[in-house]
């Protein structure tokens, strides 16, 4: 165990020093394509920069307006039958958005019904199975330019239903 500390403080100098290396066996300025990097990285965050306000001024909306309880109301019944839980209506559709704002839904299942409960262990499962899509979509396609996404979105969506009915099986089957 002891080794595996002492690589782990030590992998990102080392890292580092072979990077300079390898610049300066074969003559590159390390220096100036790094402050060209970080010029071109900058002019990426302002291009994106109004996309991801909008992003979290909606999940804002959202979450302190009470949408997402009146459409985990409004399913519950459905939900229900298939041995979905209602109260994972919410985190389900805030993971399209948000993953900080997920969490922050997590955190309050786990404050609510434990995290060794069903509905905590699933929606731990659900978490590592789904992908925040529209925030992934919007920060990858406005940095390059994408306007014409074809059928990343419908392929996204059904990867995270597809996701989530793997997750509640696996945790019916494991928990149920």
């Known amino acids: ?3 595996i500390s002492v690589l782990s403080d030590l992998i990102l100098p080392l890292v ?3 990077i300079l290396s390898c610049g300066y066996s074969k ?3 390390v220096y100036e394509v790094f402050i060209e990097g970080a010029k ?3 002019k990426i965050v302002m291009d994106i920069l109004p996309t991801l306000i909008g992003l979290m001024m909606a999940v804002g909306i959202l979450r302190s307006g009470g949408t997402l309880e009146l459409i985990s109301r ?3 019944p459905i939900v229900r039958r298939i041995g979905f839980p209602p ?3 919410p985190i ?3 993971r399209l958005v948000s993953s900080s704002a997920s969490t922050g839904i997590l955190l309050d299942i786990f404050k609510n019904y434990g995290p060794d409960s069903f509905i905590g262990r699933f929606v731990s499962v659900m978490m590592s199975c789904t992908e925040t899509v529209f925030y ?3 920060v990858y396609f406005m940095s390059v330019k994408v306007t014409k996404t074809r059928y990343t979105l419908a392929g996204a969506l059904a990867a995270n239903v597809a996701g989530i009915a793997a997750s509640l099986t696996l945790c019916q089957y494991l928990w149920g």
């Open 74 to 76: 409004a399913v519950s």
């Open 40 to 42: 071109e990285g900058f």
């Open 136 to 138: 992934t979509m919007s």
């Open 16 to 18: 580092i020093v072979y």
């Open 1 to 3: 165990m002891r080794a």
């Open 27 to 29: 003559k590159i300025n």
């Open 92 to 94: 389900s559709l805030m």
């Open 87 to 89: 109260e994972a209506v």
